[in-house]
């Protein structure tokens, strides 16, 4: 990492950390464009036209979304300022709002822009960007959230566009994307049940998305046919990665279940059962296509050409460091089990 990167990071850090702590609307906009110019140059890469393309797209929705929510927000303002405001109008200005960081989140139906900015990255800014650059506009937006018709159907739209839009992918940038969006109606779903809820969610689904962005940038896997190939010379790596997956994917007893369970129980006694019963449905799609891949990937044995052998062997640091973290994630609930009935 270069001397500009580096710095790059830390405005990135930055202006993430003043809009969560800003106690005015202006002083969060100001964060999230120092947040969004600061990645800006960490995504461009000249010798991929790719990367080229995903920038363009990112910085355009971005500054979309930063235009009308600079223009919503001061118009709350001056019509706040002039006349008592109504119900109506009220509710209008947060609707409009939270549209706009459900863009910059990249949440359904506002999620065009995501899969495909996903694929022009490498797996280090594809990190960043489906778990740091979430962090301001899930802080900014649990500020508005109430259980609504509006927030009701986002929460709904995202399941359901995450799990039967990663259905048909064969890149795995765009299946984790689209993971994220399932995600995120998770996410959004817990800000109804508190604060604590929905940061857990998120801390525990950034920390199996590091593990899983680690080990596919360890091995340089980009597709889901090399998931069959590339990893037949260590096979506890495979296992990890897989497991990985499933924990991703919400399946028990592994770590990524623990939010989940916590939210529909939550939700239960909120007697929200009708969103609760499609987001789990939903949720059984999204485990059917990281089932199927890891099932493939386990029973198919591939020959691999020598040239291949080498794959893993360069990064013994990164391969161990992956796999430490994805054994957390699988004892991770039955540790939690124990400490809390011991606790």
Known sequence: MNISQFLFLITLTGGTFISISANSWFSA???????????????TNSKNTLSTEATLKYFLVQALASITFLFSTTLMQI?????PPSTLINN??????????????????????FP????????????????????????LLSYLVKMNTFMSMI???????????GLNQTSLRKLLAYS??????????AMFCGENLWELYFLIYSFLTLSLTLMFSASQTFYINQNFMAYNQSQS?????????????GLPPFLGFLPKWMVIQTLTSLTALPICTIMVLMTLITLFYY???SFTAFLLNYTQMKWNYNILSTNNLMINFSSILASISFMGLPMYTLLFNFL
């Open 29 to 43: 906009w100001m964060g999230l464009e120092i947040n969004l110019l600061s990645f800006i140059p960490l995504m």
């Open 79 to 83: 019509y706040c300022n002039s006349s």
């Open 92 to 113: 209008l200005f947060i609707t409009l709002i939270s549209s706009t960081l459900l863009m910059k989140m990249g949440a359904a139906p506002f999620h065009f822009w």
């Open 116 to 139: 495909g900015t996903m694929e022009g990255l490498n797996w280090k800014n594809c990190f960043i960007l489906m778990t740091w650059q979430k962090i301001a506009p899930l802080v």
């Open 155 to 165: 929460i709904i739209l995202s399941v359901l566009i995450g799990s039967l839009g």
């Open 180 to 189: 994220s969006i399932n995600h995120l109606g998770w996410m959004i779903s």
């Open 237 to 249: 790596f495979k296992l990890f990665l897989f497991l990985t997956l499933l924990s991703l994917g």
């Open 291 to 293: 089932i199927r891949l």
